[in-house]
């Protein structure tokens, strides 16, 4: 019974440093750009999130606000109701994105590319946008902290 009051000897690590001690560090150390050099048009969430990922937006997302589609792709899972005054898409290729029918603009940028890290979003100048959404395939980046900072 006195083993079972005592204090631990030793501090106790979070729950994440048990499985590992850099939970967001890759196993694949190739750069984003080799992987994404061709265009993968695929869907990563089925039809039911699909839609209730456009219903999430309808409700949040006003009509005639700016949008950054963070880590876009060849959709955007917007709902075809809403009116934006722009959708601007960021992700890494070029094919993907200008078959996206929801873009008005876009750009190929590495989001996990050490050079960007003074400022991760060079193309857009503070505050010049309403909302950003980066909903299925923000797994895939190392520092989503540095990103959404």
């Given at each position: 019974?006195s ?5 631990p ?9 048990k499985?590992?001690s ?5 196993e694949?150390k ?7 050099s061709?265009p ?5 969430i089925d039809d039911?999130?699909i839609d ?7 409700k949040?997302?006003?009509?005639g606000?700016?949008?950054v ?7 955007s899972?917007l709902p075809?109701?809403k009116?934006?005054s722009?959708v601007i898409g960021i992700g890494m290729?070029e ?6 029918k929801n873009?008005?603009?876009?750009y ?5 590319s ?6 991760l ?11 950003v ?7 895939y ?7 959404f900072?």
């Amino acid at each position: 019974m006195s083993q079972v009051n005592e204090e631990p000897s030793t501090p106790q690590l979070p729950f994440i440093k048990k499985i590992c001690s850099n939970p967001l560090a890759r196993e694949d150390k190739s750069k984003d750009s080799e992987f994404y050099s061709f265009p993968r048009f695929v869907t990563h969430i089925d039809d039911i999130a699909i839609d209730n990922l456009a219903s999430f937006y309808r409700k949040h997302l006003k009509d005639g606000s700016i949008i950054v589609d963070l880590c876009s792709s060849w959709i955007s899972h917007l709902p075809q109701d809403k009116k934006f005054s722009k959708v601007i898409g960021i992700g890494m290729n070029e094919s993907e994105l200008a078959a996206n029918k929801n873009l008005n603009e876009h750009y190929v940028h590495d989001l996990n590319s050490p050079i960007h890290k003074d400022r991760l979003l060079p193309m857009l100048k503070d505050a010049s946008v309403d909302h950003v959404i980066c909903a299925v395939p923000i797994d895939y980046i190392i520092q989503p902290h540095h990103l959404f900072e």
